[in-house]
């Protein structure tokens, strides 16, 4: 029996469903509604042992929309439990709210994928009038059917499920998976948060201690609001267990209130690095200028951190937060011989749109890994400061392919005509199919004759690469037509 998730990957089923629709009109359905017979058709077709024509009927039926609701609706009392579990699919994806009440109604299949396609359903739907018995379903003695309708009652958002989704993780098959998918203890905590209820936080915070749904639990306490929540964790944050010390650092990043900053500051000093982590990312989070004057320095300091990943985190979030100070501290970290600490520096520095930041990351081109002068070169793409086009042109022979054509694609984004020779230039040398496209997009966006002179004997060079030649024929229709080519034009 077809999955939830199997079922939107068959693209080649459309034909198949088409030919038996041709069919099924040939043989005397001439009289009646084409859309009507279309859809009758396809009801048919979706208790098909064959997984391509009953899930491709399946894709067809709710592309169709309202016209197939009320049929679908009749589905759910089919024979067959395939028609009856993808009719409960269809009708969620399709979004007709009168299919309510019938899908209520089939939550007491006989068969659980039909139950379970039906309460998702209903969450699809947002029918809170199926939230009592959507509860009630949570006794269903198959897992996977409690995960489904745990996940609808987390899209129905009604704190009536507070309680039993609290009820719920106590389940001695919460922490099973199946085929692979996330539990009904992680399902459950999430929906928690969806609630935004109040009478969730206690049992959420006792979950921080846990390994497996403690950053889960995290996230879900980031959207309860409520004071009763942050003094809560403040005491937390003295536990004995790192976890627990982790997760709270992880709560107060989500709740992001400016009282936070001094508790998170002071965290930067735990004794365990995962506690460090999180506090140096967290701190990211806060960029009004009264919380950057208290972020800025302990940050700084935390670039010194004897753990590689609380530098790393400190480093990313002193770009966040734009630290002027900073700027050359991460210019420092660009040499560093980790790739992590290294990459994340760059990115930093990428988000300050200021000369000074232009200035490290040219600097730093010369690098002797390849991959870091690439994530260079589309750093200072998103600087956007003109005064790398010098140095990015001698890129363009650079001996590695990716930094050729990261340097292609930078100097057509960066706008200034002087590097049109270069690249037609380079275009003479250039035997890489990918890098040549890249070349002859920069050209396309740069314009003006030389680019436009280039761009016409490439299209018409019947040895060029065929993706090529046509980058080139794209970029020249458009100049030619006095538009404007960007990097969206060619898709």
Request: charged share 25%.
């Amino acid at each position: 029996m077809i999955k939830r998730y199997e079922l939107f990957s068959f693209k080649s089923a459309k034909l198949l469903v088409l030919m038996f629709l041709l069919f099924g009109i040939c043989a005397g359905c001439f009289e009646k509604d084409p859309v009507e017979a279309r859809v009758n058709t396809l009801i048919q077709g979706l208790g098909d042992e064959d997984e391509r024509v009953s899930s491709g009927s399946a894709n067809e039926l709710w592309a169709i929309g309202e016209p197939a609701v009320d049929p679908l609706i009749k589905a759910l009392k089919d024979d067959n439990p395939q028609v009856r579990s993808l009719a409960a699919q269809d009708l969620g994806i399709i979004g007709d709210k009168k299919a309510t009440n019938s899908l209520i109604t089939a939550l007491k299949d006989p068969v659980p994928e039909v139950r379970m396609n039906a309460a998702f359903s209903l969450g699809e739907l947002q029918a809170t009038e199926a939230v009592e018995p959507l509860i009630e379903l949570l006794k269903d003695e198959n897992g996977e059917v409690v995960r489904y309708t745990v996940i609808a009652l987390g899209m129905l958002k009604d704190p009536r499920a507070t309680e039993p989704l609290c009820e719920v993780l106590k389940r001695d098959d919460a922490s099973i998976s199946y085929d692979g998918n996330s539990n009904i203890r992680s399902e459950a905590v999430f929906a928690l948060g969806d609630t935004g209820d109040p009478r969730a936080v206690d049992t959420l915070l006792d979950l921080l201690a846990d390994k497996e749904v403690g950053s889960s639990a995290a996230s879900s306490l980031g959207r309860i609001k409520g004071e009763y929540v942050f003094g809560k964790l403040i005491k937390l944050l003295g536990s004995k267990n790192p976890t627990t010390r982790t997760n709270a650092v992880a709560v107060y990043e989500n709740i992001q209130d400016p009282a936070a900053v001094p508790i998170l500051v002071r965290m930067l000093n735990d004794q365990v690095p995962e506690v460090r982590i999180g506090a140096a990312y967290a701190l990211g989070h806060f960029n009004e200028s009264e919380e950057i004057a208290q972020t800025e320095q302990p940050l700084i300091h935390s670039l010194e951190d004897s753990n590689v990943k609380v530098q790393a985190a400190a480093a990313g979030s002193l770009g966040r937060i734009e630290s002027k100070k900073a700027i050359p501290l991460l210019a420092e970290l660009i040499q560093s011989n980790n790739s992590s600490l290294c990459e994340t520096a760059i990115y930093s520095l990428a988000r300050y749109k200021n000369p000074e930041a232009a200035d490290a990351l040219i600097a730093a081109l010369g690098n002797e890994n390849w991959h870091i002068r690439m994530e260079i070169v589309y750093s200072l793409r998103e600087v956007g400061d003109t005064r790398a086009v010098d140095p990015l042109i001698p890129l363009l022979g650079d001996e590695n392919l990716g930094v050729r054509k990261s340097a292609a694609t930078s100097l057509g984004s960066l706008g200034d005509r002087k590097a049109v020779e270069p690249i037609i230039k380079a275009l003479e040398t250039e035997r890489e199919s990918d890098v040549r496209i890249s070349e002859v997009q920069a050209l396309g966006i740069l314009g003006g004759p030389e680019a436009i002179n280039c761009l016409s004997r490439i299209g018409t060079d019947k040895d060029e690469y065929k993706y090529v030649r046509n980058s080139a024929e794209k970029g020249l229709m458009i100049l030619k037509g006095g538009g404007t080519v960007n990097a969206s034009s060619f898709y």
